[in-house]
C-alpha cells in the first residue's frame, strides 16, 4: 500500500506521477551555508511543482498540489500565482474555488495572499455577490484585519458599491466605537469618490463624528476623524472650538474630559495665533494628562515658535 501524507500522496510513490523528475530545491551546493529545514513533506512537493512549472504544466494535478503546497504555506505567493494561471487555462468553476478560499481565509486569518488570490478571482467573476457576508463572517473574528479592509476598499471602488457602505459600516461603529478601522474606511467611502463631497455630506460627517465623541470623549479615533474631514473640506480647526471646549477648557484645567480635546484646542489657539495659551494646552497635556508623551508635547510646544504659531509637526518627504 502506498504511503501518504494524509489525504496527500507521498508522489514519489504515486502512478500519477511517475512521468515526472522532480527538481530538488538548490540551496547551493552539497554544504550549504544555512539551509532552511523543511519537511519532507514540503520538499517532495515543491520538487514536483518546480518540475510541472518548469513544463509549464495547467493540468488537473497541478491544480491539486498548488491545494497541498497552500495547505503547508499559505503564504507562497508563487504558488498562488501559478495556482490561478491553472484555474483558468482548466476553465474550473471559480464559485467553487470561492468557497474554498472561504475556509483557507477563516483559518489563515492574517494572510495577504489568499485576499490577492480572491481579488482576482472575484474581478474575474465580475460580480460580488457574497462578499459582504463573508467579510462580515471575517470581521466577526477580527473587525480591524487589515487585509480584509483593503480588500474592501477595493471591492467598493471597483464595484461601485459607494452607497451601500455607509450603513453597514455605521454598525459596525455601534458595536465598536473605537474601531479605528470602520473609521478609516469610513473616510474612505465618503471622501474617496472621483467627486468632492457635498456642504451637506461634510456637514453630516462632523455632526457624526462629534456624536461619536460624546459617546467617548478619550476615544481618538473619531477625533482625528473630525480633524481630517475639516482638513478635506478646508474649514479652519476653529470651526469646532465651542464643541471641543465642552471636553477640555483652559478655565477649568482640573475638568478635562478628554486629552485628544486639550491637543485639539492647543492647535485652534495655535491657529489663531494666540501662542500662549496653546502653549498652556501642551503643558496640560506634558505635565498632567499625558505626560507618557510628554516629550512629543514638548516638541509640538517647540514648534510654536520655529513655525510662526502652528503646533501642527510639518511633515517631509
Known amino acids: 500500500m502506498a504511503r501518504s501524507y494524509g489525504i496527500w500522496p507521498v508522489y514519489s510513490e504515486d ?11 538548490d540551496d547551493g551546493g552539497p554544504n550549504p551555508l544555512a539551509a ?8 517532495e512537493a515543491m520538487a514536483y511543482l518546480r518540475a510541472v512549472m518548469a513544463e509549464d504544466e495547467l493540468s488537473e494535478r497541478a491544480l491539486e498540489l498548488t491545494k497541498h503546497i497552500i495547505s503547508l504555506n499559505p503564504a507562497h505567493y508563487t504558488v498562488w500565482l501559478y495556482r490561478a494561471r491553472t484555474l483558468l487555462a482548466l476553465d ?36 460580488p455577490s457574497g462578499e459582504e457576508a463573508f467579510i462580515a463572517q471575517m470581521f466577526e473574528k477580527d473587525a480591524k ?48 469618490r472621483d467627486e468632492v463631497a457635498s456642504e451637506e455630506e461634510v456637514e453630516r460627517e462632523v455632526q457624526y463624528a462629534m456624536e461619536a465623541i460624546c459617546i467617548a470623549p478619550q476615544n481618538q479615533s473619531p ?10 473640506a478646508g474649514k479652519p480647526l476653529s470651526t469646532i472650538r465651542v464643541f471641543t471646549s465642552e ?10 474630559r478628554s486629552s485628544h480635546a486639550l491637543d485639539v484646542l492647543a492647535d485652534i489657539y495655535a491657529e489663531a495665533g494666540t501662542r500662549g ?27 510654536l515658535g520655529a513655525s510662526g504659531g502652528s503646533s501642527t509637526p510639518i511633515a517631509t518627504a
Open 15 to 25: 502512478p500519477a506521477w511517475a512521468d515526472v523528475d522532480p527538481i530538488p530545491q
Open 36 to 43: 532552511i529545514a523543511y519537511t519532507d513533506e514540503y520538499s
Open 92 to 127: 474550473k468553476d471559480l464559485r467553487e474555488e470561492i468557497g474554498w478560499l472561504n475556509t483557507i481565509a477563516l483559518r489563515y486569518e492574517k494572510n495577504y495572499q489568499i485576499w490577492h488570490h480572491r481579488q482576482g478571482i472575484v474581478e474575474r467573476l465580475g460580480d
Open 145 to 192: 484585519n487589515y487585509h480584509v479592509w483593503s480588500y474592501r476598499q477595493w471591492l467598493v471602488r471597483h464595484f461601485s458599491l459607494w452607497d451601500s457602505e455607509l450603513p453597514t459600516i455605521e454598525g459596525l461603529l455601534e458595536s465598536d466605537v473605537r474601531n479605528n478601522s470602520a473609521w478609516n474606511h469610513r473616510y474612505y467611502v465618503v471622501f474617496g
Open 223 to 232: 477625533w482625528n476623524y473630525l480633524r481630517g474631514v475639516l482638513r478635506q
Open 247 to 256: 471636553f477640555a477648557d483652559l478655565a477649568r484645567p482640573e475638568e478635562v
Open 277 to 303: 495659551d496653546a502653549e498652556a494646552a501642551l503643558d496640560l497635556l506634558a505635565q498632567k494628562y499625558d505626560p507618557v508623551r510628554a516629550n512629543y508635547w514638548n516638541y509640538k510646544k517647540r514648534l
